[in-house]
C-alpha cells in the first residue's frame, strides 16, 4: 500500500501490522510500533513467535549509525550434565511437491530463548512509551482470543506432526481433537497472563523469576538441556550491522555470528559487480556460490572477532518479521522465530518454546556441538537500505534457508527494477539449494534450460519462498510506501 502517512508498519498479520500502526498514531516512534507489533504476533501468528523464541531488531535513526540488537537463541547447557539428555525427534514437514525438510523437536532441541529479553532492551534503549501499555492489548487478545485466518491456518496444518507430539500443545492446536482450521479460534488465557507480566516487570521473570524457574523445571523432567543458570546468564548483544554497497546504496544487514547477513551481503557484492538489472541466471549463480560457502568451516568461524571482514574481502574485494518507518525517519526491521517449534508448551505460562537446537541447518557440525552461550547462526536477515544516509527501505524475511534469496530478489526488484514495495513483492521468485532450483510461476524457465541443475516448478506461490514485509521512502516526495507479503498473509497498515 502506498500512504502519505506519518508513519507505516508491514507485518506478517493484519492484527500484528495494526497494532504497530496504532502506536504510531498515538505518537509512539517505531521502536514502539515494532514492539507492540511483535507482542501482538506472538497471539496472531503464535506458532511463529513468542516469549520462547529469539529474533534480531535493526534500528536505522537519522544521524545515528544503525545497530543491531542480537537476541537470538543461545546454546544452553552450563552445568548440564550430557548423560541426561533426551533424545532429539525427527519430524518431517512437507511444503508441497518434492520440498520437504526434517526438522527436530523435543525438549532437547529447545535453546536459550531471547525475546522477552530484547524487548526489554529495546524499550530500554529506545522507546517512549511505557512497556505495560504496549503489553495490554495484546494480553487482552490472547484472552479473548483470534480467529486463525487462511495464511495461519496453512501454518498450522503445515507443523501438525508437530503439534501432536505432546499433549500440551495438542490442546492448543486441536482442542477437540481436530486441528484448527479457517475461522477456528485460537486463545490462551496464560499466554495473555505472560505478556502482562512482561509489562509490568519487564525481562526479570523470565530469566531469573518464577516464570524462568517454570521453564527450566518442565524441560529438565523431560530431557532437555536448557539450565537456570543459562537464563541467568543470557543477555542481548548490541552489535554493528554489516554494510555492502549495492548500485551506489549502503545495505545495512544482520552480522555475524548470524549466517543470513553475511551471505546476503555475499550475493549483494558479487551482482554489484555486473551490469544492472541483473540476469535471472545470475540470480541463480549468486545464490550458488552463498549456498556453497555453508560449510562447516564458515559456520564455525562465525563467531571469530573479525570474520566478516576477512570472508567478504577475499571473496568481493517457522519466522516472522516486522518492518515499520516512523515520521522522524526512524527505521526499524525486526524478525523473530521460534524454529519451527519443540512441540513443548510449558504449563501456566502460554510458552512454547524453540526447537533452534534441533535444525540440521543451523547444526552441521552436529547437534548440541556449539558451546553454551554461543548464539546460534540464524540465517534471520532484518534489513535496511539507504541511500545519501537516508532510509529507503527496511525489510525482512521468513522462511528459513529461502530468507537470503527472498530478500535478495526483492532489493534488487526495488534497487534495480525500480519497482515499488507491492510490485516487487509480487514478482515470482527462485530459490538455490542442494542442487535444486525452485521456481514459483512466472519464472522464465526457458531462461534456465541449460542450467545443469534440476529444476522443481511449483505450480503456485508458495509460502516456501519466504514472507518478506517491506516499508520504504520515496527520496523525492517522502511518501511511505509497505507491502506485506502475500505468501504469508502479510499486509502494510498506515498510521
Known sequence: MN???????????????????????????????????????????????????????????????????????????????????????????????????????????????????????????????????????????????????????????????????????????????????????????????????????????????????????????????LTAEDLRRYEPIERAPLCVRYRGREVYTNPPPSAGGILLALALGRLDEAPSPPSLQSLVVSMEEAQSERTPEFTDGLAEQGFAGRFLGSRLGSTTHISALDADGRAVSVTCTNGEGSGIVVPRTGIQLNNIMGEEDLSPLGFHHAPSGRRMPSMMSPTVVAADGRVQVALGSSGSNRIRSALLQTIVAVVDHGLPPVAALAEPRVHFESGVIYTEPGIPLDELRCDPHEIQAFRAKSMFFGGVQIVGRDAQTGELSGAGDPRRGGVAVSA
Open 3 to 225: 500512504a502519505s502517512a506519518q508513519g507505516i508498519v508491514a507485518a506478517g498479520h493484519p492484527l500484528t501490522a495494526e497494532a504497530g500502526a496504532h502506536v504510531l498514531r498515538e505518537g509512539g516512534n517505531a521502536v514502539d510500533a515494532a514492539v507492540a507489533a511483535m507482542l501482538t504476533s506472538w497471539v496472531a501468528e503464535p506458532l511463529l513467535s513468542g516469549p520462547g523464541a529469539g529474533g534480531y531488531m535493526l534500528v536505522a535513526e537519522p544521524g545515528e549509525e544503525p545497530v543491531l540488537l542480537d537476541f537470538f537463541v543461545a546454546a544452553p547447557g552450563y552445568g548440564f550434565r550430557g548423560e541426561d539428555r533426551a533424545p532429539l525427534v525427527p519430524v518431517e514437514v512437507d511444503f508441497g511437491g518434492d520440498a520437504r525438510q526434517v526438522f527436530h523437536v523435543g525438549a532437547a532441541s529447545c535453546g536459550v530463548y531471547g525475546n522477552p529479553a530484547g524487548i526489554d532492551a529495546a524499550m530500554r534503549r529506545w522507546g517512549s512509551i511505557a512497556l505495560a501499555d504496549l503489553a495490554a492489548p495484546a494480553a487482552a487478545l490472547a484472552r479473548d482470543g483470534v480467529v486463525v485466518n487462511k495464511q495461519q491456518a496453512e501454518v498450522i496444518h503445515l507443523l501438525e506432526a508437530i503439534l501432536r507430539t505432546t499433549p500440551e500443545c495438542h490442546a492448543i492446536y486441536a482442542p477437540r481433537e481436530e486441528l484448527l482450521g479457517v475461522d477456528g479460534r485460537w486463545h490462551d488465557r496464560d499466554l495473555g497472563d505472560v505478556i502482562e507480566r512482561l509489562g509490568a516487570e519487564g525481562a526479570q521473570p523470565f530469566y531469573e523469576g518464577d516464570i524462568g524457574q517454570a521453564v527450566v523445571d518442565w524441560i529438565a523432567d523431560r530431557g532437555g538441556v
